[in-house]
């Protein structure tokens, strides 16, 4: 009796042995002559995602739409039904492109099992959705699993010639680890997680950036505008660093402290405008790769590529003239600013290069600047550089008219060689 119970065990083991060692050398065939297909990833919800220390994987070809794709044979498949998925070649993975009820001809396809039927979007399982990881490390790869972007994570199976597939690399990156290496994989996939997780931090650092400096812009502007700040009104606060605050009547209301990179520990960066209160120069360096700088200026934000060296390579330039005037309504429809006349704001003025014809008159090649009146009524522009312009009012409505006040035959063209300040270039308004 006791010998028959010893009998039974051995052959129990003895079976378990065979069937594990028939699992390995059947694994080890596919293994060895299998086709070799890279399949892309989807990413899978968090609480779907932990088996334990196996960590559930969802593949594009998971979800297969027969619409989509062409059917061999009949156009719909039964829930527990084989299917064939012939595969096609994309740029690093492989994707549906025919489903078949049996084994295809083709070079690339694989077997599974169809979990949802259907004769329209139907779901398939081919025993690759599983993957064993370290304990601690399964949360990581979910991470960038769940996250990725760009093919950051792509998986190699085997295929054999029935169709039967097996995971034999994971792909991070580009970077091709063997799948039975845990141990690497558990670290590649932290080195990726961890700098994914910084380019967040450093993506929210540089928006920081960027922020300060738009607001230092604001803060300049408001100052530029105030008679108790900085040299005084229309002017720009001056200075050989970067200002330690921006202040009206020493009441430190826009800027109590200059805000500084503090990730790095230094002010930002200031280019000097001693003697040159017509303007100034801000900027950051981005911490991401490659170089962008945040340049804030008295021509407002913008980034570039390039350091900025001086106040010209921020765009900031001295005028060489003042063109203005005045847009009123001619209520006595002489042509002239007197008495009388009404100022005219619910309109823009527009400054464009011109070129003057010696006939009298001209024609525009592209506009320069809008500007619209302040509550005086008064336009103005700066002009930085020598040439011929037109300046003219942009008319809001077709029952209204516009003219050049005490100056009709230049029709709004006047050229500028340099050093002028002309107030008086007015224009009248009329109703039809």
Not at 26 to 39: E, F, P
Not at 102 to 114: H, T
Not at 149 to 167: E, F, M, P, W
Request: charged fraction near 25%.
């Amino acid at each position: 009796m006791e010998s028959t119970k010893q009998v039974k065990f051995i052959i129990v083991v003895g079976l378990q042995i065979f069937v594990l060692f028939a699992i390995i050398i059947y694994k080890t065939a596919i293994l060895a002559s299998g086709t070799d297909i890279v399949l892309k990833l989807q990413p899978v919800d968090p609480k779907d995602f932990l088996r334990g220390d196996y960590v559930s994987l969802r593949y594009d070809i998971n979800n297969i739409d027969l619409n989509k794709i062409s059917v061999e044979g009949e156009k719909s498949f039964k829930t527990g039904e084989n299917i064939y998925v012939s595969l096609k070649k994309e740029q690093d993975y492989f994707s549906a492109e025919k489903a078949n009820h049996q084994k295809p001809m083709s070079n690339y396809f694989i077997k599974g099992m169809v979990s949802r039927g259907g004769d329209g979007a139907i779901s398939v399982q081919y025993g690759i959705e599983s993957y064993f990881m370290p304990e601690g490390n399964a949360r990581d790869l979910e991470q960038l699993t769940f996250g990725r972007q760009n093919n950051t994570l792509l998986v190699g199976v085997k295929v054999d010639r029935s169709g039967n597939a097996l995971i034999n690399k994971i792909i991070i990156a580009g970077k091709e680890i063997d799948a039975s290496n845990f141990r690497e994989v558990a670290s590649s996939v932290e080195y990726y997680r961890n700098q994914s997780l910084g380019n967040v931090e450093v993506a929210s650092r540089d928006a920081k950036r960027q922020a300060d400096i738009r607001q230092f812009v604001t803060a300049m502007e408001l100052c530029y505008d105030s008679t108790d700040c900085g040299e005084g009104t229309k002017k720009y606060l001056t200075s050989a660093t970067m200002p330690t605050s921006i202040d009206i009547d020493n009441s430190p209301i826009l800027f109590q402290k200059i805000p500084s990179d503090s990730s790095r520990n230094t002010p930002y960066n200031w280019i000097s405008n001693l003697g040159k209160d017509y303007g100034y120069c801000v900027y950051a360096v981005s911490e991401s790769f490659p170089a962008t700088y945040y340049i804030g200026s008295s021509k407002g934000y913008k980034t570039e590529t390039i350091e900025p060296k001086t106040l010209e390579d921020c765009g900031v330039k001295k005028s060489i003239a003042l063109v203005g005037g005045y847009i009123f309504i001619d209520s006595n429809k002489n042509e002239v600013f007197d008495k009388g006349d009404g100022l005219f704001q619910d309109i823009n003025v527009s400054l464009s290069k011109a070129e003057i014809l010696k006939t009298g008159g001209g024609f525009t090649k592209g506009t320069l600047n809008q500007v619209k009146p302040d509550a005086k009524g008064y336009y103005q522009f700066e002009i930085f550089d020598a040439g011929n312009y037109k300046i003219s009012p942009i008319l809001i409505s077709r029952s209204i008219g516009a003219g050049t006040s005490g100056s009709s035959k230049d029709k709004g063209y006047f050229e500028i060689k340099g050093g002028e300040k002309i107030n008086n270039y007015n224009f009248f308004i009329f109703f039809y």
